[in-house]
């Protein structure tokens, strides 16, 4: 209890500043209210009041953002990749110093747990380090030798790029995103999501004290429809990194077309885990409850489907019904919640209308389906469970982005690889067996970005992050993150006075 006291004094000492104004643009250097001084409400999800006011972009911004990440790109795609690896060090530093300022906005504003967000400052500041410590060889190629030539090839960075990061964990999935473009030479104009504004001032003052120059780093608050389009249209952006739903995706993609912009999309999930009876089933429960039901089930890869099979079906179903029902559900700055607000109401009302939806498709609602009155008028839901249902109904095809899982029995192992395929979305899969060759035929046979077995999501960064399908376009990580942000270029040169062909003599 009194570290949930101190967690909410020091939160309320945090947000003073953004009740005595708005949410800020950090644009050329300097944080602006922009051009035309107009702003929007941001709520907090613990009781929908009003933190503050949000400044609201509009075109003329993003295009002043635009050109000044534009002016800034040859001197910092020119400077010595060892300074720019200085400077990101610099900046993980600073991360890891305001961590706990960071982990208590974030909750505030986005309703995740401070359990998880105490950590998410940490990895923050991680992915600054590993693209660091890569920037020096990000330009490194191949030699290709010939008889007569040597071609060889070298990377260099495309340009100013737009980054449009989402409301689930937004410090941290900012990082991930602009890290990377950082090392590579880029510059960067940054649209967090207008549900989850604050810690994107936070990132952009840090950039400021890290000695990151004056127009590499640009954020413009803002509405996807205004801000965010605009941002997808200009003609100075070279590419579009994006992190959100798969509809959005889509338009993102046509208003960049014109321009042709290179994209990078992290979309939506709908993913399966799937339980054989010879798992590990104490670890596989673990799993299973941990990777829906934490993050408010607000989490891309999230494991939304339970696949088991029958066998065990009954017993590892009420196993995941007695763990749900207690699981804690509360004030996301409480040490103790394990489940807090959702982000906004709307979102609160699109996850609430699929308990209909499972009734109405004749699914059993095993635990929760309910609001939590007693928490009123915050967005809270409690954890859910679905059974009886099948893959066909809406709960099992739909995103839902809630702490709702769905549960679905299948006899053998052809069947359980039908019913994982069987979606629009190829985010992510688990797989829980103890038998080794068949772990790497569901693996392969998984239509699916990455997929883990006997594990639960775990993060490293070298290995490739992305989905298929409807799930997205590309990776994240390591050199895959490079190739995104980066042209190749051969260069080819002659070795010596081979045999020109020639015409006109």
């Not at 909410?8 to 602006?32: C, Q, S």
């Amino acid at each position: 209890m009194a570290q949930f006291e101190d967690n909410l004094a020091k939160a309320d000492e945090l947000l003073k500043r953004f009740r005595e104004g708005p949410a800020l643009h950090y644009i050329a250097g300097r944080l602006t209210a922009g051009r035309s001084g107009e702003s929007f409400d941001n709520l907090t999800p613990i009781d929908n009041s009003v933190i503050g006011q949000v400044a609201r972009g509009n075109a003329e911004d993003v295009d002043y953002a635009c050109q000044a990440a534009w002016s800034a790109f040859p001197a910092w795609r020119d400077m010595a990749p060892a300074q720019r690896k200085k400077i990101l060090h610099h900046f993980a530093d600073l991360i890891e110093r305001d961590a706990e300022e960071i982990a208590l906005l974030e909750s505030m504003d986005t309703g995740q747990p401070i359990r998880f967000m105490s950590k998410a400052a940490i990895r923050g500041a991680a992915n600054f380090r590993y693209f660091a410590d890569n920037c020096p060889g990000a330009r490194d190629g191949q030699s290709l030798p010939m008889q007569h030539h040597i071609n060889y090839t070298l990377r260099q960075a495309i340009g100013p790029v737009g980054v449009i990061t989402p409301w689930n964990t937004p410090f941290m999935l900012s990082t991930w995103k602009i890290a990377p473009a950082l090392a590579a030479g880029c510059t960067v104009v940054h649209k967090p999501a207008e549900w989850s504004p604050l810690t994107a001032v936070k990132l952009a003052e840090l950039a400021d004290e890290a000695g990151i120059p004056a127009g590499v780093w640009n954020m413009v608050q803002g509405l996807g429809e205004e801000a965010g389009k605009a941002l997808t249209e200009h003609p100075h952006i070279k590419a579009l990194a994006f992190v959100g739903e798969s509809s959005t995706g889509s338009m993102i993609m046509a208003q960049g077309a014109p321009t042709l912009k290179r994209v990078h999309f992290e979309l939506g999930g709908k993913n399966p885990v799937i339980v054989f009876e010879d798992a590990d089933l104490d670890r596989a429960l673990d799993a299973v409850v941990f990777m829906i039901y934490s993050l408010n089930g607000q989490r891309c890869t999230s494991s939304s489907r339970l696949l088991v099979q029958k066998n065990i079906e009954q017993e590892f179903v009420a196993r995941v019904a007695e763990r749900v029902r207690k699981i804690k559900v509360g004030h996301p700055l409480d040490p103790a919640t394990e489940v807090g607000p959702l982000v906004h109401k709307r979102h609160f009302d699109k996850v609430m209308s699929y308990m209909d939806i499972a009734r109405k498709d004749g699914a059993e609602i095993t635990v929760g389906g309910e609001t939590m009155a007693d928490l009123a008028p915050g967005n809270y839901v409690q954890p859910t469970l679905f059974t009886g249902a099948r893959n066909d109904m809406r709960i099992a095809q739909e995103e839902i982005f809630g702490p709702v899982l769905t549960a679905i029995p299948f006899e053998d192992e052809t069947e359980a690889l039908t019913l994982a395929n069987d979606v629009e979305y190829g985010l992510s899969g688990y797989i829980w067996t103890a038998d080794v060759g068949r772990a790497h035929r569901m693996a392969q046979g998984m239509d699916a970005g990455m997929i883990w077995v006997n594990s639960e999501n775990n993060r490293h960064l070298p290995a490739p992050f992305g989905g298929t399908k409807a799930s997205g376009i590309g990776r994240d990580g390591g050199d895959y993150s490079f190739e995104f942000y980066m042209e190749t270029k051969n260069i080819c040169i002659a070795l010596g006075d081979h045999a020109i062909p020639k015409l006109g003599v």
